[in-house]
């Protein structure tokens, strides 16, 4: 059966194509100083967004139409595991990411949820023997089930904590089994709502003892893949401790447990801490610790995590430029956890929104490689910064002075001159750089 019979698979067809099934920009096998697109991009699809949300807001019942869900349990899921490799061998992606609930419906017990892991985890296997599509990651749910209400691994619950553990033991297993390059926290209920009931240094304590065990464990099994933390400010929580890279990079640290964790960066979740997406990625990347990225974006009039498609080209473009000057993702990859909107309900809207997302981050590689190139960048920034490269501000680089130097310094100064930061001249040369790639396709 095919759940997809009215697409063929999508390929290039370059910048003129008219046709919607088919990629404008993104060619899977060019070369882009020296590595393929592919390669480089290491694109992957959302299993929960793609194969298990209905499109449901907090305002309306679910719209999306999938052939998949006239079947229930055991037989949905196996249907859905049809559906995604169906998906990904047309849409031509190398890699797919999950939580525990998104591939088999939880059981009674922990137990009889187990065993329905391992059902349709054994399916999975089968179809990725045939398939170029691998595991980016997975992860499991600590956070819908009315269970983990007061959180999880920071819950006041020591039941739910225990619970909650056994869960990501069976989500490590789950990773070795199927070769996972990487193993994702997202803490959605490891905060809190109000400080007057919140005892925050256990709660972070034990957060920091629920790491170490996973860390123990994936040793244990020979699970070799990467720890990655994906931060949130907040949402479901009214404050979540892994609000942003900083705090999250503050919180490894304090824990010693900075070697054995990175980040997986989203979009979204940086514009709901108040900052840009590349700011994140940079913060990450100047502490090496940038892991992988959830690509998708958020909506500039809406106050919550909208998992948009990215299209912004701005956004992939400075986006891409951090990936870069990363040298790429290493295990990670760029995951769409990103949705069609509400209105985009039919199974061929979820090639048109993945086919968008690929081509937006496909031109804002070309356009982060050729800013490289010319050191558009670094060289602005050298400029700007050129004080500390002589005189008195190479003392200061080198701690070869003082308070009582630079004021005996600053006290000679007649003038303190600066220079303008242009820019509105650099956002004018980056909308060229834009420009140019389409015309030079």
Same mark, same amino acid.
């Given at each position: 059966?095919?759940?997809?019979?009215?697409?063929?698979?999508?390929?290039y =067809?370059g /910048?003129?194509? &008219?046709?919607?099934?088919? +990629?404008k920009?993104?060619?899977?096998?060019?070369k882009?100083?020296?590595?393929?697109? !592919?390669e480089?991009?290491?694109?992957?699809?959302a299993?929960?967004h793609?194969f298990t949300?209905?499109?449901s807001?907090?305002?309306?019942n679910?719209?999306?139409?999938? /052939?998949?869900?006239?079947?229930?349990?055991?037989?949905l899921?196996? $249907?859905?595991v049809e559906?995604?490799f169906?998906?990904?061998?047309?849409l031509?992606?190398?890699?797919?990411?999950?939580?525990?609930?998104?591939?088999? /419906?939880?059981?009674s017990t922990?137990?009889e949820?187990?065993?329905?892991?391992?059902?349709?985890v054994g399916?999975?296997?089968?179809?990725m023997?045939d398939?170029?599509?691998?595991?980016l990651?997975?992860?499991?749910?600590n +956070?819908?089930h009315?269970r983990?209400?007061?959180?999880a691994?920071s819950?006041? %619950?020591? #039941?739910?904590?225990a619970y909650?553990a056994?869960?990501?033991?069976k989500?490590?297993?789950v990773?070795?089994?199927?070769g996972a390059?990487?193993y994702?926290?997202?803490?959605g209920?490891?905060?809190? !709502?109000t400080?007057? %009931?919140?005892d925050?240094?256990? =709660?972070m304590?034990?957060?920091?003892? +629920?790491f170490?065990?996973?860390?123990d464990?994936?040793?244990?099994?020979g699970f070799?893949?990467q720890?990655?933390? =994906? /931060?949130k400010p907040k949402?479901? &929580? &009214?404050?979540?401790?892994?609000?942003?890279?900083?705090?999250?990079?503050? +919180?490894?640290q304090?824990y010693?447990?900075?070697?054995d964790f990175?980040f997986n960066?989203?979009?979204?979740?940086a514009?709901?801490?108040?900052?840009?997406?590349?700011h994140e990625?940079?913060?990450?990347?100047?502490?090496?610790i940038?892991?992988?990225?959830d690509?998708?974006?958020?909506?500039?009039?809406?106050?919550w #995590?909208?998992?948009?498609?990215?299209? #912004?080209?701005y956004? &992939?473009?400075?986006?891409?430029y951090?990936?870069l000057? %990363?040298?790429g993702l290493?295990?990670?990859?760029l995951n769409f956890?990103?949705k069609p909107?509400r209105?985009?309900?039919t199974?061929?809207?979820l090639?048109?929104a993945?086919? $968008?997302?690929?081509?937006?981050f496909?031109?804002?590689?070309?356009?982060?490689?050729?800013?490289i190139e #010319?050191?558009?960048?670094?060289?602005?920034?050298?400029?700007?910064?050129?004080?500390y490269?002589?005189?008195?501000?190479?003392?200061i680089? %080198?701690?070869n002075t003082?308070?009582?130097k630079l004021?005996?310094?600053a006290?000679?100064?007649? =003038?303190?001159?600066?220079e303008?930061?242009?820019? !509105?001249?650099?956002?004018?040369?980056?909308n060229q750089y834009?420009?140019?790639?389409?015309?030079?396709?």
């Amino acid at each position: 059966m095919s759940y997809f019979p009215n697409v063929s698979k999508i390929k290039y =067809e370059g /910048p003129t194509s &008219t046709n919607p099934f088919a +990629f404008k920009f993104y060619h899977p096998e060019e070369k882009i100083d020296g590595k393929s697109m !592919e390669e480089i991009l290491r694109f992957s699809v959302a299993y929960w967004h793609t194969f298990t949300a209905d499109l449901s807001d907090p305002f309306g019942n679910g719209t999306a139409i999938r /052939p998949w869900d006239k079947y229930k349990g055991m037989d949905l899921a196996k $249907a859905r595991v049809e559906a995604a490799f169906e998906f990904f061998e047309k849409l031509n992606v190398p890699y797919f990411c999950f939580h525990d609930v998104d591939i088999a /419906p939880e059981g009674s017990t922990l137990r009889e949820t187990n065993q329905n892991l391992d059902i349709i985890v054994g399916r999975i296997k089968e179809y990725m023997q045939d398939s170029k599509t691998k595991l980016l990651w997975n992860t499991v749910n600590n +956070f819908t089930h009315p269970r983990f209400v007061h959180g999880a691994a920071s819950s006041n %619950n020591a #039941d739910v904590f225990a619970y909650a553990a056994a869960k990501v033991k069976k989500g490590l297993e789950v990773a070795k089994e199927l070769g996972a390059e990487n193993y994702v926290f997202w803490g959605g209920r490891e905060g809190y !709502e109000t400080l007057l %009931n919140t005892d925050m240094k256990l =709660e972070m304590d034990n957060l920091g003892r +629920f790491f170490h065990m996973a860390v123990d464990y994936a040793k244990e099994i020979g699970f070799d893949g990467q720890f990655l933390i =994906e /931060p949130k400010p907040k949402e479901p &929580t &009214t404050h979540q401790y892994d609000f942003d890279v900083a705090s999250g990079y503050a +919180f490894l640290q304090h824990y010693d447990l900075q070697g054995d964790f990175k980040f997986n960066i989203e979009a979204n979740h940086a514009t709901l801490a108040g900052h840009t997406f590349e700011h994140e990625l940079r913060y990450a990347r100047i502490h090496g610790i940038l892991g992988s990225v959830d690509a998708n974006q958020g909506h500039p009039l809406l106050g919550w #995590d909208t998992d948009e498609f990215p299209t #912004d080209l701005y956004s &992939t473009t400075l986006a891409m430029y951090e990936i870069l000057k %990363n040298d790429g993702l290493g295990r990670g990859g760029l995951n769409f956890d990103a949705k069609p909107r509400r209105g985009s309900f039919t199974p061929e809207d979820l090639f048109h929104a993945h086919i $968008a997302g690929m081509d937006s981050f496909s031109i804002g590689l070309k356009i982060a490689q050729k800013l490289i190139e #010319d050191k558009v960048l670094e060289n602005i920034i050298e400029e700007r910064y050129k004080s500390y490269t002589q005189g008195i501000g190479l003392d200061i680089i %080198n701690g070869n002075t003082d308070f009582h130097k630079l004021e005996k310094y600053a006290l000679e100064l007649s =003038e303190i001159k600066n220079e303008s930061g242009k820019l !509105e001249q650099i956002k004018a040369t980056i909308n060229q750089y834009l420009l140019n790639v389409y015309i030079n396709q």
